[in-house]
C-alpha cells in the first residue's frame, strides 16, 4: 500500500469510528503527520529539518525540531488536501486542524539575526494564507493550536507583557481574515493558565479547549477557567 492509500484508509477509520459514537464535529486524525511542528516546518520556507536531529520532548516521545534560517512563507496548501478528503466522506463538519505561529516558534531552532516577536509574525502569515486556503476549501471550523503560548513567557517578569502582546497579536493574524460564519478554535495543554487568562481571553478565539489531565484545573477557581 502507498503511503497516500494508508493515510486515506485511516482517516476513512477515523471519521467513521467519530461518527459511531456520535460526535458531532469531527477531525481526520492527522496520519498523514509526523510532528505537529515538524510538518508544517517541511512545508514551509525558510525552515530546514534534519534526519537524525531527535530531542527528547517527554517521557519516551521525540522530535526532530526544524530549524528556523530565513524569512517564512507559504508557497503551497499544507492540510487542505487532507482535510478536504476528509470532509467528502461525511455530511458532518470537519475541523481544520493547523499549529499556531507561537508554538512553531517556540518548538522549532530560532534564527537569531531579528526580534522573535519579527520572525513569528512572519509565520503567522503563512499559517493565515492556510486559514485562507482552508476557508475557501467549505472548511468553518479551523483549529490553530497554541500549546506552547504559556511555555514561551520570559523568565523575568518585566518582559511577560510584552510577549504575550506579540504572542496573542499574531495569534489575531493567522486567524482573524475568516468571515463571521467560520469558527475559530485552539488548544492549550502542559501548562498552569491563571497567570495567562487575560492572554487566552485575546486571543478572540470563538472555542479555546484545555487540557488539564496531570493539572487536574487545580488552579482553575483562580483563572476564571472553571
Known amino acids: 500500500m502507498t503511503t497516500r492509500g494508508f493515510c486515506e484508509q485511516e482517516i476513512e477509520r477515523v471519521i467513521r469510528l467519530q461518527e459511531s459514537i456520535g460526535l458531532d464535529v469531527l ?13 508544517f516546518g517541511e512545508r514551509l520556507d525558510g525552515f530546514a529539518t534534519t534526519r537524525h536531529g531527535w ?5 519516551t516521545r521525540y522530535v526532530r525540531p526544524p530549524i528556523l534560517y530565513g524569512d517564512v512563507a507559504r508557497s503551497a496548501p499544507i492540510t487542505v488536501g487532507w482535510t478536504r478528503y476528509a470532509q467528502s466522506l461525511t ?6 486542524m493547523l499549529t499556531g505561529p507561537v508554538t512553531i516558534l517556540q518548538w522549532s531552532f530560532v534564527r537569531a539575526d531579528q526580534p522573535r516577536a ?38 523575568r517578569t518585566e518582559r511577560r507583557d510584552a510577549y504575550l502582546g506579540w504572542a496573542t497579536e499574531c495569534f489575531r493574524l493567522a486567524t482573524a481574515g475568516v468571515s ?45 477557567l472553571g
Not at 530531542?55 to 517521557?59: A, E, L, N, P, R
Not at 455530511?91 to 481544520?96: E, L, N, S, T
Open 27 to 39: 477531525v481526520h486524525g492527522e496520519p498523514e503527520r509526523n510532528d505537529m511542528v515538524q510538518y
Open 118 to 155: 519579527e520572525t513569528c509574525r512572519q509565520i503567522a502569515l503563512a499559517i493565515r494564507d492556510e486559514v485562507a486556503d482552508l476557508e475557501a476549501a467549505g472548511t468553518r471550523i479551523i483549529q490553530v493550536d497554541e500549546p506552547a503560548l504559556r511555555e514561551g513567557m520570559p523568565l
Open 91 to 96: 455530511a458532518a463538519p470537519v475541523k481544520g
Open 180 to 224: 463571521e460564519g467560520t469558527q475559530i478554535h485552539t488548544h492549550m495543554c502542559y501548562a498552569e493558565f491563571g497567570d495567562i487568562i487575560d492572554a487566552i481571553l485575546a486571543l478572540d478565539a470563538d472555542v479555546v479547549s484545555v487540557e488539564a489531565a496531570r493539572s487536574g484545573m487545580g488552579g482553575a477557581g483562580r483563572s476564571g
Open 55 to 59: 530531542v527528547q520532548s517527554y517521557g
